[in-house]
């Protein structure tokens, strides 16, 4: 007690021969009580934090009656299941607006997903980011295009298309999903998309998603790190308190909904290349995040590029041993951005970023590059592949009246998801009649 009155005695003398040091206390403790007293409104308001605006609400219920699968789902390996998500309008679209729906299974299909394989018919699984996930109704990705294309082979050469890609991913999630659950549904094919326009740099971050770390000289897996974003070059505590702040705080949330205010807190970043990047986003965000943004982050951290290629070909090569244990067939798909296919798509949105983000012909490179390395592993993995480059050009000068590519955010369209599918049954066919063991027969 006597060292506790010293210690009142103390501050109350120090704070009565510094008054402004006393003022400026007292503002700082009724700043920071007014601040949780209207963060502790807005919540009672029921306005949402960032993040709670963009995850779906959980109901533990949901959860797969499998353990090994619920795991998954609890620990955010795969997505949370039983989901439903309404994306309206998207008048590119023919009905105007598109629905993602998840089973409980957390793949994207309608129905459920067995852990048995239907009798006679082949099971082909699709793993890749938000491009194979779909921006479109679950009958019209790439996994129901397969199953609908083969519905009137025989049997043996029918396929049951699933879908459990998930997005925004890295291949290392996609790999890790497939060995924590999709694996154990022997799959007799596996399809793996490979995005061009931003797998590379989806591999390098490690604040929110399962990755790779490099320990004693091998790569080993790990969990989120809560890190800061490695775009970023201003102070690691700094930003971390940051991004704690913007993803939790109903505060932030709210002043977010002032594009005024938006952009003044923009404004304050002194960190230059984080600030001309979302500016970049504010005008036109699809161009960035379907491309640009990985090729700014090469332009200005060149390093990093090798490291994720070193992750890449581990990955790859993981998915190669693991399949080959099983008998699993793998085939890799290599799919390039709009920009290389269909650029006339958004011009506009394509040239002010590229402007705002002050990237060079070579910079832009990046895509092709990114294309190149895929195709470079796949030949020394002796992994089967589908380089979707020509084909997806020839096939836009074909039908340019219906394009490969959404202008409004660059995923893939109905279209695009069929013309993989048909590209697809082209080489296993193609396959088969050189006396490989394939998933379909030729008709």
Request: negative net charge.
């Amino acid at each position: 007690m006597t060292n506790g009155r010293n210690c009142e005695d103390v501050m109350r003398d120090f704070f009565r021969r510094h008054p402004r040091l006393a003022t400026l206390a007292r503002c700082g403790v009724m700043f920071v009580v007014t601040l949780l007293l209207v963060e502790m409104g807005l919540r009672v308001a029921g306005v949402k934090t960032l993040t709670a605006r963009l995850s779906p609400p959980r109901d533990p219920a949901d959860l797969h009656p499998l353990e090994f699968v619920a795991q998954a789902q609890r620990m955010g390996w795969i997505p949370w299941p039983k989901t439903r998500q309404r994306i309206d309008p998207v008048p590119e679209h023919p009905r105007g607006y598109i629905e993602i729906v998840r089973n409980a299974e957390s793949c994207r299909e309608d129905a459920a997903t067995p852990l048995e394989k239907p009798a006679g018919m082949q099971r082909v699984l699709t793993l890749g980011d938000s491009h194979t996930d779909g921006m479109c109704f679950n009958d019209e990705n790439l996994a129901s295009c397969l199953e609908q294309a083969t519905a009137q082979f025989p049997v043996s050469g029918r396929i049951e298309g699933v879908n459990a890609a998930f997005g925004p991913s890295s291949p290392y999630q996609q790999l890790w999903a497939y060995e924590q659950v999709y694996r154990r549904f022997q799959p007799d094919v596996l399809v793996v998309v490979y995005y061009a326009g931003n797998d590379l740099l989806e591999l390098l971050r490690d604040d929110d998603r399962v990755h790779l770390e490099r320990r004693d000289g091998q790569f080993v897996h790990a969990e989120p790190t809560a890190a800061a974003d490695v775009t970023r070059t201003t102070h690691p505590r700094w930003e971390a308190f940051r991004q704690f702040f913007r993803d939790r705080s109903t505060i932030y949330a709210a002043l977010t909904d002032i594009p005024q205010l938006r952009r003044l807190a923009r404004r304050t970043v002194s960190d230059t290349y984080r600030e001309r990047l979302e500016r970049a986003l504010e005008n036109h965000s699809a161009p960035v995040w379907q491309g640009l943004n990985q090729a700014y982050l090469f332009k200005h951290q060149p390093a990093r590029r090798e490291a994720a290629a070193e992750q890449l070909r581990f990955v790859l090569d993981r998915f190669r041993q693991v399949t080959s244990e099983d008998g699993t067939q793998f085939t890799l798909v290599i799919l390039p951005t709009l920009r290389m296919i269909q650029p006339d798509i958004d011009s506009q949105g394509l040239a002010e970023s590229i402007e705002t983000l002050e990237l060079s012909p070579d910079d832009l490179a990046a895509d092709d590059q990114a294309c190149e390395l895929a195709l470079q592993l796949a030949a020394e993995l002796g992994i089967r592949h589908l380089d979707l480059r020509e084909p997806f050009r020839v096939a836009s000068q074909a039908d340019p009246q219906h394009p490969l590519y959404y202008r409004f955010d660059h995923h893939l369209t109905p279209r695009g998801q069929r013309e993989i599918a048909k590209l697809l049954l082209e080489l296993w066919t193609e396959d088969q009649a050189s006396g490989g063991r394939e998933p379909v027969e030729a008709r």
